[in-house]
T-cell receptor, first 114, second 114 residues
Framework: AQSVTQLGSHVSVSEGALVLLRCNYSSSVSVYLFWYVQYPNQGLQLLLKYLSGSTLVKGINGFEAEFNKSQTSFHLRKPSVHISDTAEYFCAVSVQGGSEKLVFGKGTKLTVNP | EAQVTQNPRYLITVTGKKLTVTCSQNMNHEYMSWYRQDPGLGLRQIYYSMNVEVTDKGDVPEGYKVSRKEKRNFPLILESPSPNQTSLYFC?????????????FGEGSWLTVV
């Protein structure tokens, strides 16, 4: 079975700061990796995903993530956050060749203060 | 516009009163699924469907039913709702299973069972 651990359920930073949201996963088979964002009272929107190739993945809204196979991590970062980035962020994995089921972490609520 | 549409968005119901949450997608996706989101638990898959007339249980299927008679629709049925089914529900769809395709989510349905 797969599991996803997100370190820190709440993160608060100032506007313009660098933010790093941590995600580690556990799986005995190869997986794809995803980051989703959920703005208040909205559904989930894909930020970025890693399928194969370059381990540095760039997504929407200036976010990027780096896949580290040896550390089984897929941390999300943004060099300079904006107040509009206030949202909840979910890391997820799906099994390659599997049913497309996403296994989610518990989420990290990011608050960006003015 | 490509979208996953859920109805109702908000519902308060009483224990034991059957209800259906509808889900429709306009992207001709084969794969559809339902998730529930609970505080501190992230999202967990309830049921999924790889195509018309093909459905299977996810991680938390107890108390739910689904059907997939048409490609675009995937309703979630609670035949006898109980308070522990109070949650935020998301319908999702993607092109097919197992290939790391982007999964698109609806805006969510808030269900309260009293």
């Amino acid at each position: 079975a797969q599991s996803v651990t997100q370190l820190g359920s709440h993160v608060s930073v100032s506007e313009g700061a660098l933010v790093l949201l941590r995600c580690n996963y556990s799986s005995s088979v190869s997986v794809y990796l995803f980051w989703y964002v959920q703005y208040p009272n909205q559904g989930l929107q894909l930020l970025l995903k890693y399928l194969s190739g370059s381990t540095l993945v760039k997504g929407i809204n200036g976010f990027e993530a780096e896949f580290n196979k040896s550390q089984t991590s897929f941390h999300l970062r943004k060099p300079s956050v904006h107040i509009s980035d206030t949202a909840e962020y979910f890391c997820a994995v799906s099994v390659q060749g599997g049913s497309e089921k996403l296994v989610f972490g518990k989420g990290t609520k990011l608050t960006v203060n003015p | 516009e490509a979208q996953v549409t859920q109805n109702p968005r908000y519902l308060i119901t009483v224990t034991g009163k059957k209800l259906t949450v509808t889900c429709s997608q306009n992207m001709n996706h084969e794969y559809m699924s339902w998730y529930r989101q609970d505080p501190g638990l992230g999202l967990r898959q309830i049921y999924y469907s790889m195509n018309v007339e093909v459905t299977d249980k996810g991680d938390v299927p107890e108390g739910y039913k689904v059907s997939r008679k048409e490609k675009r629709n995937f309703p979630l049925i609670l035949e006898s709702p109980s308070p522990n089914q109070t949650s935020l529900y998301f319908c999702a769809s993607s092109r097919s299973g197992g290939s790391g395709n982007t999964i698109y989510f609806g805006e969510g349905s808030w269900l309260t069972v009293v």
